[in-house]
């Protein structure tokens, strides 16, 4: 399903969604709580089943490493059922990108294991070039 596909939403998954979108980054579940009370959310089951459908949509990627949620940002990361993300540790900036070569090793690795893949994530902390150059 790409993101131009969107599977027929409720209400909640609608709001939690449209929240992601505008936030122009990564999001907690209490985050989106917090920004949805007006609209009607009072707990956090409500947040996380919404998340939980559109994670399963390919339309928002969870963030382990920060226990996060970003919208996701280009088409067909659930048709591959992967999504890479470098992450600032300086400024919190999240670029998503398709790294088609580790992909592929990865797949591999896991074919040659009969090792099944449901969904893979791939992240990278470390600095941007922004913060880089402003070190200097």
């Given at each position: 399903?790409?993101?131009?596909?969107?599977?027929?939403?409720?209400?909640?998954?609608?709001?939690?969604?449209?929240?992601?979108?505008?936030?122009?980054?990564?999001?907690?579940?209490?985050?989106?709580?917090?920004?949805?009370?007006?609209?009607?959310?009072?707990?956090?089951?409500?947040?996380?089943?919404?998340?939980?459908?559109?994670?399963?949509?390919?339309?928002?990627?969870?963030?382990?490493?920060?226990?996060?949620?970003?919208?996701?940002?280009?088409?067909?990361?659930?048709?591959?059922?992967?999504?890479?993300?470098?992450?600032?540790?300086?400024?919190?900036?999240?670029?998503?990108?398709?790294?088609?070569?580790?992909?592929?090793?990865?797949?591999?690795?896991?074919r040659a294991q009969d090792f099944?893949?449901?969904?893979?994530?791939?992240?990278?902390?470390?600095?941007?070039?922004?913060?880089?150059?402003?070190?200097?």
């Open positions: 399903m790409t993101a131009h596909a969107h599977p027929e939403l409720t209400k909640n998954q609608s709001l939690v969604f449209g929240s992601l979108s505008s936030a122009g980054g990564p999001l907690t579940a209490y985050a989106i709580l917090d920004l949805l009370r007006e609209d009607g959310f009072r707990a956090p089951l409500q947040v996380y089943r919404a998340l939980d459908k559109l994670v399963e949509y390919g339309m928002v990627h969870r963030l382990e490493s920060l226990n996060a949620f970003v919208a996701c940002a280009h088409t067909g990361c659930s048709a591959h059922g992967a999504a890479a993300f470098a992450i600032c540790e300086q400024c919190g900036d999240v670029i998503e990108f398709t790294p088609d070569e580790a992909l592929k090793g990865l797949n591999d690795w896991a099944t893949l449901a969904r893979m994530t791939i992240e990278l902390r470390g600095t941007c070039g922004a913060c880089k150059s402003k070190a200097v």
